[in-house]
């Protein structure tokens, strides 16, 4: 009788978890089961949104290896910009937050100019930065630079920041470093929460600031370090707002991200089925990128759960 | 504290004294860094047109000129873009409180099969692009005839978002689970356990959601983008970039239009500041 009315209670629970979770389920069946199964579908056809697909194999796949040059560009200037952006934009973020860390006056203060400029709305970002980076020698970048050229009896070129092929994906990944707030906000929790008895252990060990760093700070927020790996990553494949705005990925396709491309198939060229192509080679390369950072994590991230257990 | 240091001088107190100059150096040299595209971007937008190329550029503007941000909303219908931004991002915010917070509680607090096994596909769904469902998803909301309207930007977040799921379910944790014990011996329903005795314990959370959705869909420019193509119905984001496509050389006005954009926002992290923060820090310590 007891076990009965247990198992109707357990029931009810079952039935109104399932209420909770419903809007998400339904969302996740809808737009993002559905639709990944019709974009691989759509991805070997031959389709303009307007007639009908049509079924052609393979051979959108074989294309875009074969014989696609703005692939291949855009696959490598993406892959450029994530190899540098990533890594710089890390140890810039560690090192604000660590020096944010030293219990600086006006913590705040700085803390919040690092940090606002990765909150605001990219379309804007990108005016700005249109605006700053001129390649005349009167834009604000390059005079800066011409000024401080002078001082050092240097002789000084304007940068052609945005117009030169040669510049221009270094132009974005300086913009990039712009919002290392982000990743700085994240570190210095990750920072805060490392527990001082650790560092005095060290320094009784006899450890100078570099002993402390290697082996104190960086295994305590290597969590943290992977986290901002693995979304630095995804994210940096990702870019589009920026380049659709400045560049519309020029000069020469010189800053033709991979989404850039992607988006000028479908909705410019209308070439949807090619498209879907494009956006599934770019999850399986998130995909590779993602369980190879993982697969190195044993190695290098440390887990303190880990230990206890 | 600095006398006493010179009177009876520690080992090592030197040595800290000189990191932090070097510290305050880097950060007043990062600081002016970071600032200079704002001021610059808030500069120009006073200029006088003829001083925007100027060289050597004009750092104070003369004359200042207040009026060229009523020219800009002469030129660019702001009141129309920010009345149709925020009903996007009111429809959008309410949507994410509502199903987030809901969903949140059942991966946190409901017992039923497959439970595990589903909260780890949603895990999984933050890590699929969103490139790969655009394209099907514009197509079902334009079979729907939803193309050109605030639909496919708002309905969405009803759905909940895997990442806000996530990050409540990480606060509705914390809540000890006497307090919906105690309730539901009292006979509260499910429903009044989640209305009543967790909702207000996870305010703070919701705070910080309230504000990341809101940052989401304020800056969202790939979304307008693809789904409105009347003019009128553009959000702040896109009639921006509308804006610099028409008066490309009108750079003082597209300045003083980005700063108006911007604005909303600093003020949101002036007034949301701690909940900015914890969000960040939510997401990456525990993720």
């Not at chain 1, 710089?88 to 203060?109: E, F, H, I, P, W």
């Not at chain 1, 249109?130 to 011409?146: C, E, Y």
């Not at chain 1, 100078?208 to 994210?235: A, C, E, Y």
Request: glycine content about 6%.
């Amino acid at each position: 009788m007891a076990k009965k009315h247990a198992s109707r209670l357990q029931r009810k629970e079952a039935i109104e978890g399932y209420l909770c979770i419903a809007p998400w389920l339904m969302g996740f069946v809808c737009l993002t089961v559905g639709p990944v199964i019709f974009s691989f579908i759509m991805s070997l056809t031959k389709w303009d949104m307007i007639n009908p697909p049509s079924f052609v194999g393979a051979s959108n796949y074989a294309t875009i290896f074969a014989d696609d040059d703005r692939f291949r560009q855009s696959l490598k200037i993406t892959a450029i910009y994530a190899g540098c952006a990533v890594p710089l934009g890390m140890v810039c973020s560690l090192a604000l937050a660590m020096l944010l860390n030293l219990k600086v006056k006006a913590m705040s203060g700085f803390r919040s100019i690092f940090y606002i400029p990765a909150i605001l709305p990219g379309a804007a970002v990108a005016m700005v930065w249109t605006m700053v980076l001129r390649p005349q020698p009167s834009g604000i970048f390059n005079a800066i630079l011409g000024s401080l050229a002078r001082v050092l009896h240097l002789q000084f070129i304007p940068v052609p920041w945005l117009t030169s092929p040669d510049w221009v994906l270094k132009s974005f990944i300086i913009m990039s470093l712009w919002g290392v707030g982000g990743g700085m906000i994240i570190y210095l929790a990750g920072l805060q929460s490392v527990p001082t008895q650790l560092y005095e252990a060290a320094e009784i060990d006899g450890a100078g600031s570099w002993g402390k760093f290697r082996n104190v700070t960086l295994p305590m927020i290597s969590p943290t370090l992977f986290f901002n790996l693995v979304m630095g990553l995804i994210g940096s494949f990702q870019v589009f707002t920026s380049s659709f705005i400045m560049t519309q990925g020029g000069p020469a396709n010189a800053s033709l991200f991979y989404v850039l491309y992607l988006y000028q198939k479908a909705f410019k060229y209308l070439q949807m089925g090619y498209a879907c192509a494009l956006a599934w080679i770019l999850f399986a390369v998130i995909l590779a990128l993602t369980l190879f950072v993982m697969s190195t994590s044993r190695r290098w991230v440390y887990y303190e759960a880990e230990l206890r257990r | 504290m600095s006398s006493v240091v010179t009177a009876t001088p520690r080992p090592g107190a030197a040595r800290k004294k000189a990191w932090s100059t070097v510290a305050y150096a880097v950060l007043i040299a990062g600081s002016a860094v970071s600032l200079i595209p704002f001021l610059w971007m808030l500069g120009t937008s006073f200029k006088d047109p003829a001083n925007v190329f100027a060289d050597p550029p004009q750092v104070w503007p003369n004359p200042w000129l207040w009026s060229n941000y009523a020219k800009a909303f002469e030129k660019m219908p702001f009141a129309l873009y920010t009345l149709n931004t925020c009903r996007i991002t009111a429809i959008s915010m309410f949507g994410q409180l509502l199903s987030c917070s809901l969903v949140a509680f059942g991966f946190a607090r409901m017992r039923f099969p497959g439970r595990n096994v589903l909260f780890l596909v949603l895990l999984s769904t933050m890590m699929l692009p969103a490139q790969v469902t655009m394209i099907p998803v514009f197509k079902i909301w334009a079979t729907l005839h939803f193309y050109d309207t605030i639909v496919p930007l708002t309905a969405p977040s009803f759905f909940g978002s895997a990442f806000f799921i996530f990050l409540l379910r990480q606060y509705y944790m914390t809540v000890p689970h006497e307090m919906d014990e105690a309730a539901r011996i009292d006979g509260a329903s499910t429903w009044q356990v989640f209305y009543k005795v967790l909702l207000p314990q996870v305010k703070p959370a919701l705070a910080t959601l309230a504000i990341f959705s809101f940052m989401n869909n304020w800056n969202d420019f790939l979304g307008p983008l693809i789904y409105l193509s009347t003019p009128a119905k553009r959000t702040l984001a896109l009639g921006l970039w509308a804006f610099q496509g028409q008066y490309s050389t009108d750079w003082n006005y597209l300045m003083a239009a980005s700063a108006v954009v911007m604005l909303p926002l600093l003020l949101l992290f002036f007034i949301g500041q701690k909940y900015f923060i914890q969000g960040v820090v939510i997401s990456g310590i525990k993720g």
